[in-house]
């Protein structure tokens, strides 16, 4: 099988289907998650026309003539009940409701109070109605839909649930994500390696790299390069929605993630891209809802593929609509991005005031560069980038904190 392109890869994502199953949460628990159903505003926001400014609710029509006697106030919450007649005004502060007959409000700035006498400084202001004033349902109107089914819940989706009067909303189900390492050269975190021994770091790196995209880790698996022991690590990824594999996928001799996955079952869709670092990345339909995505063992190869493919991936099976592919944004090189011959390179970089720096150091079995990286500069196939030059970046900073 040809080498496919990243594009390819993502034109796949069309394929993939929203787990089943839901259940509603308040929405301090929310946070990420996907919306099962559209949500509709229960009441008008604000309920009422309002005002912008402390100041005075008044009649458009009388101002610029005598000075206008104040009769009540109307404070938030508190609005004062009365009708304003011809002549009169009526103090107010923000967020307080104008009283029926007032169309406008003049800042408090802008007048003077003598007594019970209101003298408005006409030459400062503008007349006219709604000056100041928010109207009634300026920002939700009755049973307008706010947030359409499929939406990913952030701070910002969330305050506008609560302010159309959910105090809970229905999601999808966090799609259940297995990762499994192969190797026999890995030893876990805090062990001491042994000499071409390895520290197994992806598998921590990829379980976060996924909740971080919105999925449920079931399963933190590793395996020897050996093909019982892979096919008891894949049985018990079994129930897995999407299932990672790192290292093992390439053509070498004890490179089994291809071989024990196709034993499986399933259409094997990518099998090899056109990317650096990332070239081993198999994508495997396994034409029941659940998918196989091999990734790379070299860190650097696994945690880009992963934040490609993986994170899409998971976020097309949380039910979320739109576009989940990475979006790139044009900057500056602020150093030369290396290319990589017919293939995209994906550089590890960091912003920078003069744009985006390449980390020293790309090779893929490189640890280091992944803590300094907060975006990915992509380099097109058959050419580099030159410091000043425009470039194409994807940000990192979901990761960081």
């Known amino acids: ?37 559209p949500i509709a505003a229960r009441y008008a926001s604000p309920n009422a026309d309002v005002s912008t400014m402390d100041g005075y609710a008044v009649r458009s029509e009388d101002v610029g003539g005598a000075a206008l006697t104040l009769v009540g106030t109307s404070a938030a919450g508190q609005p004062w009940n009365g009708a304003l007649a011809v002549g009169h005004a009526c103090r107010i502060a923000t967020g307080a409701c104008l009283p029926a007959g007032a169309d406008m409000v003049v800042a408090q700035e802008d007048t003077e109070l003598r007594g019970d006498a209101l003298h408005i400084a006409v030459e400062r202001i503008r007349i006219g109605a709604g000056t100041f004033v928010r109207p009634l349902g300026s920002d939700l109107r009755r049973d307008d839909v706010v947030l359409a089914g499929g939406t990913r819940l952030g701070l910002g989706q969330l305050t506008l649930a609560g302010a159309a009067g959910h105090a809970t ?12 390492s192969s190797g026999d050269e890995l030893v876990p975190i805090g062990s001491t390696p042994s000499t071409g021994q390895v520290i197994s770091t992806n598998a921590l790196m990829l379980s976060l790299q996924c909740e971080r995209a919105g999925a449920e880790l079931v399963a933190q698996l590793s395996t020897r390069d050996d093909r019982s022991a892979f096919d008891r690590a894949l049985a018990a990824a079994a129930a897995a929605d999407l299932l990672l594999t790192s290292g093992g996928a390439s053509v070498g001799d004890r490179d089994l993630v291809r071989e024990r996955v196709a034993a499986l079952g399933g259409r094997e869709l990518v099998w090899g891209i056109a990317m650096r670092p990332g070239k081993p990345l198999g994508v495997v339909d396994r034409g029941d809802g659940r998918w196989i995505l091999a990734l790379p063992g070299n860190p650097a190869s696994s945690f880009v593929t992963a934040e490609l493919f993986a994170r899409p991936w998971i976020r097309r099976l949380s039910g979320e609509l739109g576009d989940v592919v990475p979006q790139f944004f044009t900057t500056r090189a602020a150093t030369a991005l290396p290319g990589a011959g017919d293939r995209v390179h994906f550089v590890r970089a960091r912003h920078t005031p003069d744009g985006v720096a390449a980390l020293a150091d790309q090779t893929s079995g490189n640890a280091r560069s992944l803590a300094g990286a907060d975006a990915l500069a992509r380099v097109p196939p058959g050419r580099s980038i030159t410091v000043g030059e425009s470039c194409e970046v994807t940000s990192l900073t979901h990761l960081l904190g």
């Open 1 to 37: 099988m040809s080498l496919s392109s990243v594009e390819d890869v993502w034109a796949l994502l069309d394929r993939v289907a929203a787990v089943d199953g839901t259940e509603r949460i308040p929405l301090d628990r929310a946070l990420g998650r996907v919306l099962a159903e």
């Open 169 to 180: 909303v229905l999601v999808r189900r966090r799609p259940r994500v297995a990762v499994l």
